[in-house]
């Protein structure tokens, strides 16, 4: 924050900006090319693909989701301490990136649990300041993250605008 109260946007807050609305393939080419310019960051890549962003299952006994997996990723220490301190805060802005995607994502489902289980044939129309209320987090925040995100449910893929009612 500068001392008028502006935020600013650092690289590292720009980059973490660009990361909650990625895609899981666009988050995929982000950390492909992360680890072109910062070779402390190590990543090895899930065995499968995700099919969608989130995964979320219905169960009788309650709805889950899962954020799918990027693999592991982690900073490898060197002596380098300012490509180091990239590399954590990479790392972390990725780690931030799924808290945040699953945080939405048991919103959507806790408002949208009708709409999920098929007993409405749409979604319930949600207010983003009131999601966003719900979750502390800022209304572009809700919107970067749901915006270009896929979830499945059973056989069917579906926007996670979608379940905002969008």
């Known amino acids: 924050m500068t001392d008028k109260g502006q935020l600013v946007l650092t690289p590292q807050l720009q980059q973490a900006i660009q990361m909650l609305g990625a895609s899981w393939r666009d988050l995929y080419?982000?950390?492909?090319?992360k680890i072109e310019a910062n070779p402390l960051v190590r990543w090895?890549?899930?065995?499968?693909?995700?099919?969608?962003?989130?995964?979320?299952?219905?169960?009788?006994?309650?709805?889950?989701?899962?954020?799918s997996d990027c693999g592991e990723l982690y900073a490898e220490?060197?002596?380098d301490e300012a490509m180091y301190r990239d590399a954590q805060w990479?790392?972390?802005s990725v780690e931030r990136?799924?808290?945040?995607?699953?945080?939405?994502?048991d919103i959507l489902i806790a408002k949208q649990e009708s709409f999920l289980r098929g007993e409405k044939?749409?979604?319930e129309r949600l207010s983003i300041r009131s999601i966003a209320d719900d979750l502390g987090f800022h209304e572009s925040t809700v919107l970067r993250v749901a915006t270009g995100k896929t979830a499945r449910v059973g056989?069917?893929?579906?926007?996670?605008?979608?379940?905002l009612g969008r």
Do not use: K
């Open 155 to 163: 056989d069917r893929e579906m926007s996670l605008d979608e379940l």
């Open 29 to 33: 080419t982000l950390i492909e090319e």
């Open 44 to 67: 090895q890549s899930p065995e499968v693909d995700p099919v969608a962003d989130v995964e979320i299952e219905v169960h009788p006994a309650g709805i889950s989701a899962n954020v």
């Open 77 to 79: 220490s060197g002596d």
């Open 121 to 123: 044939a749409t979604p």
């Open 90 to 92: 990479f790392v972390r």
């Open 97 to 105: 990136r799924h808290e945040t995607l699953y945080c939405l994502c």
